[in-house]
């Protein structure tokens, strides 16, 4: 098994970061981690039993301002695992500075710092959404960067300013272009979101869009797993690496809804659909099909363990403590 050194993880303490601790602990491939995280929307909790054991060494810092407390921590990094931001996209429409600042600043301060620090690998977390309304579906990663988000545009933003490090400073790197990532431990999203609502009032439950719009959801266990795949060969064969991550199929917004309602044991809960445009968008800037292509991720030799709707079912269950 492949082995790295020291590794800084931004956004450790949140959903994906702190899973993704968990697998390089877990499976011995780091010598230490730091994680620098704010804990704007991450949690202590995540990666308490890391910092316990002294595993992991949490830093909180704010990446958006660029100062010693966090930069020295980058010193005899192998490896940044770069996944602090805002992950909010409904946000972004109305707040667009909140992206500009939580994610291009920050990705710039991120790389600023590597490169004084002479960091060679890279991991950056990007999103489907730098596709904005893609033509062809399943999209594959040659299709142009046209998002129709802030939040989208601030991810192709700092993709791009990878590459240019990549080329300028030598950087090898890895692009996960995630799909909707969902488990234990996410803080957003349609599922927290259906859950939260129907615990206030079960007789009835308010869906942003018409219901209609159909996603792509990978299970945590398995985006970490491939967010290692590539994080492994940016280290094995330097380059500039972009591969999409996410599923087979997809999930309508509707099914997301019947699945959480019968989970929580709820009967003739009434839906009231929320379309923000004529063609049923939940919010401006949402993005209403979304299936990555993922022929290129499968011949490293990975692939997802559960559809879309079992990754949903099982993140509710989780979320509902019916099952660990
Ligand atoms: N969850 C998804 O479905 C999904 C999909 C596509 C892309 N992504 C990307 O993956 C990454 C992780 O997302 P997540 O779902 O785990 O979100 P999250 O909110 O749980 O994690 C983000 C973490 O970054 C920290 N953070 C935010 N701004 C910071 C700052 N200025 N300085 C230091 N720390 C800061 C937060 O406290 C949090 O711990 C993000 O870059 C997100 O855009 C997530």
């Known amino acids: 098994m492949i082995k790295f050194g020291k590794v800084v993880v931004t956004g450790g303490a949140g959903f994906i970061g702190s899973h993704f601790i968990d697998y390089l602990v877990e499976n011995n491939v780091v010598d230490e981690v730091i994680v620098i995280d ?41 490896a940044v695992i770069h996944l602090a931001a805002n992950p909010e996209v409904r946000v972004s429409a109305i707040e667009p500075r909140i992206h500009f600042n939580e994610n291009v600043v920050a990705t710039f301060n991120v790389l600023e710092a590597s490169r004084l620090n002479d960091v060679a690998i890279h991991f950056f977390a990007s999103s489907s959404t730098v596709y904005g309304d893609a033509k062809v579906i399943p999209t594959p990663e040659t299709y142009p960067l046209e998002p129709i988000s802030v939040y989208g545009a601030s991810k192709a933003a700092c993709e791009v300013l ?34 939260n609502k129907l615990r206030k009032d079960s007789s009835k439950l308010e869906i942003l869009g018409d219901g209609t719009q159909r996603k792509s959801y990978l299970y945590i ?79 490293l030799g990975w692939r ?21």
Do not use: C
């Not at 240019?164 to 030598?170: A, P």
């Not at 309508?252 to 923000?276: C, H, S, T, W």
């Not at 997802?304 to 660990?324: D, H």
């Open 221 to 299: 266990r398995d985006a970490v797993e491939a967010s290692f795949a590539i994080l492994k060969l940016a280290k094995e064969v330097k380059g500039y690496h972009v591969y999409n991550v996410g599923n087979e199929d997809w999930i309508a917004v509707k099914d997301i809804a019947d699945i959480v309602v019968e989970e929580m044991g709820l009967r003739n809960v009434q839906y009231i659909f929320k379309p923000v445009t004529p063609d049923g968008r939940g919010w401006p800037g949402d993005v209403k099909l979304m299936l990555l292509d993922i022929s290129k991720i499968k011949k």
């Open 304 to 324: 997802p363990s559960f559809t879309s709707a079992q990754a949903v079912r099982s993140t509710v269950k989780e979320i509902l403590g019916k099952k660990g």
């Open 38 to 78: 704010n804990l704007s929307s991450g949690s202590i909790n995540n990666i308490k039993h890391h910092v316990e054991t002294k595993k992991v060494e949490l830093v909180v810092a704010d990446l958006k301002q660029f100062d010693q407390v966090w930069v020295s921590k980058f010193r005899d990094a192998e």
């Open 162 to 195: 990878y590459h240019s490090y990549h080329k300028l400073y030598g950087f090898s790197v890895a692009i996960a272009r995630y799909a909707n990532i969902i488990g234990p431990r996410s803080s957003h999203g349609v599922i927290i979101d259906f859950i």
